[in-house]
Every structure is written in C-alpha cells, then in structure tokens.
C-alpha cells in the first residue's frame, strides 16, 4: 500500500448510475495510474496522470472518466457507458520519469446490482 | 512492448528457497525488470526491479541472465505468508509515461 489509499473497499452500483472511486497518495508523487483486473487476469490501464490538470486515455479507456485537479488526488468515475463494470479496480502512483517504481493501492472490488 | 513468460503455478516447501522463473526474450537495453506479487484481492506489492546487474533487498534477490532474456526471484526462506501470484513485467518507458503490462503470473503456494 505504501501511502495510496483507495476507497470504498467494496462498491456496488446500479444500473445505469455513474459511481467515483476515490485515490489518494501522500508520496508526493507526479504519476497517478488506473488499472482494472478482472478474474484470472492481469491489469489492464484504463488511465493515467504525469502532471496535475492533466491525463492521457490507457487501453480501456471507454465508459471511465477521471480529473486530476490535485497532486495528490486521482478519482475514477465509472460511467453508466461501461457496460462490464464489475471488476477489481486498482489505483497506482509513481515519481515521473523512467526511474519511478509504481506502488499500489488496496483496490475496490465495484459489483453491479 | 517486451512481453514476459512465467509458468502458471509452483510449490515450495516452507523454509526452502523458492526460485521463480521469467522469460522475458524480446527485452530492450533500456527497459527494466520489475516483480511485485499479488495476494488475493489486495493490491500488488513491490517487491524488486533490475537492469542487469542482479539485486537484493530484503525481500527477495533478484537474478538477471547476462544477455537479461530471462531471470529468477529467489525468496531465500519462503513462509506460508508468501503465498500469492508473482508478476514479472517488463517496464517500458514511452509516449512519455511509464507503461507496465501485467500477464497472469504464476501463483506460488508455499507448503507447511
């Protein structure tokens, strides 16, 4: 975990609701990442930050939003667009540059009702 | 993008040195190699990275072949608390961001 907090732990959403997942990180560092893993598989980036009022589209990028309006804040709205939502969603940050080291999050598990 | 190859699953005995393999054959001179392992439903932890020289730290060492298309996480002493799924990605730097591609790594248990 090493100073990235996500919450909730748990999130359950209904259809056609838009849900936030919360990220925050005290390591002063430049780089925010979103990454969704789903069972029996690796991590996929649907986001990602280098700099504040800034991020760039990942691979899985469609029916999620995010905003960067603090260093240290990088929420992930979940918009009723994802059709697949349920998954295991993971926030990560790293220093900027090719020296960083991404640390993790503990995750929130999102399941559609 | 370097993609890497471990096998899906391994044992070791408790108190043993548990010697996890990656192949990682189309690698770049300037990429690294980083493990971090996964225990169910957290979030991965990091646990080592290299370029090609071989690294410990007190976690685990780190072996990097001289040609770096392959190398191995020893966990000197495995505990029953290293049980989890063991990522080795290759990390590449481009477009300006750091990009890590998570396979499906290979779960260890380790054995009482």
């Known amino acids: 975990d090493g100073g990235i907090t996500q919450s909730p732990k748990y999130l359950f959403r209904k259809e056609g609701q838009n849900v936030t997942l919360s990220c925050e990180q005290n390591?002063?560092?430049?780089?925010m990442y979103w990454y969704r893993q789903d069972p029996g598989q690796g991590l996929r980036l649907i986001y990602y930050?280098?700099?504040?009022?800034?991020?760039q589209k990942g691979d899985i990028a469609e029916g999620y939003s995010v905003s960067r309006e603090k260093k240290e804040s990088f929420p992930l709205t979940v918009t009723s667009a994802q059709k697949n939502p349920t998954a295991f969603y993971l926030c990560?940050?790293?220093?900027?540059?090719?020296?960083?080291?991404?640390?993790f999050g503990p995750g929130t598990r999102l399941l559609v009702l | 993008d370097a993609k890497t190859t471990q096998p899906p699953s391994m044992d070791c005995a408790e108190g043993r040195a548990a010697n996890l393999p990656c192949n990682h054959s189309?690698?770049?001179?300037?990429?690294?190699v980083y493990w971090y392992r996964q225990i169910h439903s957290q979030g991965p932890q990091y646990i080592i990275h290299?370029?090609?020289n071989n690294e410990t730290n007190e976690m685990a060492s780190l072996i990097i072949t001289e040609d770096r298309k392959s190398s191995t996480l020893i966990l000197p002493h495995a505990t029953l608390r290293d049980t989890a799924v063991y990522y080795c990605?290759?990390?590449?730097?481009?477009?300006?961001?750091?990009?890590?591609?998570f396979g499906t790594g290979t779960k260890l248990q380790v054995i009482p």
């Open positions: 990560a940050s790293s220093m900027a540059g090719t020296r960083g080291t991404q640390y």
């Open positions: 390591l002063n560092h430049d780089a």
């Open positions: 930050s280098q700099i504040v009022n800034d991020f």
């Open positions: 189309t690698i770049s001179g300037n990429e690294y």
């Open positions: 290299g370029l090609k």
């Open positions: 990605i290759v990390r590449v730097y481009s477009g300006g961001y750091q990009k890590v591609t």
